[in-house]
């Protein structure tokens, strides 16, 4: 019987998220961020902490000569003045060391929350965008093309990114939720050829055209392999005749192979 889902032609939506994690984090992604939820704003706490601190170091620094001018005056008007200044410093201080009290801790493990979170909607933001400007694609189950920009539009929309399934309207599908398949030939391209790599291995020229072929591929019927060298090499930097070679003879499809040029290339 003919296979009529090639899977192994796709990421799952999660794993397509932590391929995507990978590629712009390093070492930093933990593979765990698809599971992440929002934690209660730090910025705003470490914030009211830091003014406060400079707000009680500037009163620290005017108190401390006043002081120790008070100390050698002797009694009278003048010495009453400061004590007064030091009198509204110090009610201020006291103020400041409340409020800094009432403000809500935050700890190393709210810190980590926060920065996995911070790295799951960057991640999840740059892998829509590339879905709805058509960078990548997205299959729903085994039978449907998505036109993400439209589908994700439509009232009861919705995608679960741990679970790689989405819940589209009735008038898209009968079947109501299914998983989503990214295409791994465009994903790849896309990762390697316009995602910016933190990662500490980096992907060789000849593998990038490897890539790229693949792609083409996808939307191509028919690409002489001159022409596609150029077109490689303006895209790839420091790829080889040779390497180009490698790349095209373990990426390029059989067609492609044949010799000479097609009708309705």
């Known amino acids: 019987m003919t296979?009529?889902?090639p899977i192994d032609d796709y990421y799952s939506l999660l794993q397509a998220f932590d391929k995507l994690?990978?590629?712009?984090?390093?070492?930093?992604?933990?593979?765990?961020?698809?599971?992440?939820?929002?934690?209660?704003?730090?910025?705003?706490?470490?914030?009211?902490?830091?003014?406060?601190?400079?707000?009680?170091?500037a009163y620290q620094l005017e108190l401390i000569p006043l002081q120790n001018?008070?100390?050698?005056?002797?009694?009278?008007?003048?010495?009453?003045?400061?004590?007064?200044?030091?009198?509204?410093?110090?009610?201020?201080?006291?103020?400041?060391?409340?409020?800094?009290?009432?403000?809500?801790?935050?700890?190393?493990?709210?810190?980590?929350?926060?920065?996995?979170?911070?790295?799951?909607?960057?991640?999840?933001?740059?892998?829509i965008q590339a879905l709805v400007d058509g960078k990548i694609e997205a299959r729903y189950g085994h039978q449907f093309m998505i036109d993400w920009k439209a589908w994700s539009q439509d009232k009861g929309f919705r995608y679960?990114?741990?679970?790689?399934?989405?819940?589209?309207?009735?008038?898209?599908?009968?079947?109501?939720?299914?998983?989503?398949?990214i295409g791994k030939a465009k994903m790849d391209a896309w990762l390697y050829l316009e995602v910016e790599d933190k990662r500490q291995t980096f992907l060789s020229p000849e593998e990038l055209c490897a890539?790229?072929?693949?792609?083409?591929?996808?939307?191509?019927?028919?690409?002489?392999?001159?022409?596609?060298?150029?077109?490689?090499?303006?895209k790839i930097s420091g790829l080889s005749k040779r390497a180009f070679d490698r790349a095209w003879s373990s990426a390029a499809p059989e067609n492609w192979k044949q010799s000479g040029r097609r009708e309705g290339s």
């Open 160 to 181: 679960f990114l741990a679970l790689s399934m989405a819940v589209v309207s009735s008038a898209r599908s009968t079947a109501r939720r299914a998983p989503i398949f």
């Open 211 to 234: 890539a790229y072929i693949r792609d083409k591929a996808q939307t191509c019927k028919w690409s002489l392999k001159e022409e596609t060298l150029i077109e490689a090499q303006n």
């Open 69 to 127: 001018q008070f100390h050698k005056m002797m009694p009278g008007s003048q010495r009453d003045k400061i004590d007064q200044k030091i009198s509204v410093i110090q009610t201020a201080v006291r103020k400041l060391e409340i409020a800094k009290g009432n403000i809500p801790d935050y700890s190393d493990s709210m810190i980590r929350d926060a920065e996995l979170f911070a790295r799951r909607e960057i991640a999840e933001q740059r892998l």
């Open 21 to 57: 994690g990978q590629h712009l984090n390093g070492s930093d992604w933990t593979g765990t961020e698809a599971w992440s939820r929002p934690v209660q704003e730090i910025g705003g706490l470490a914030k009211r902490h830091s003014e406060i601190d400079a707000e009680l170091e």
């Open 3 to 5: 296979r009529q889902f």
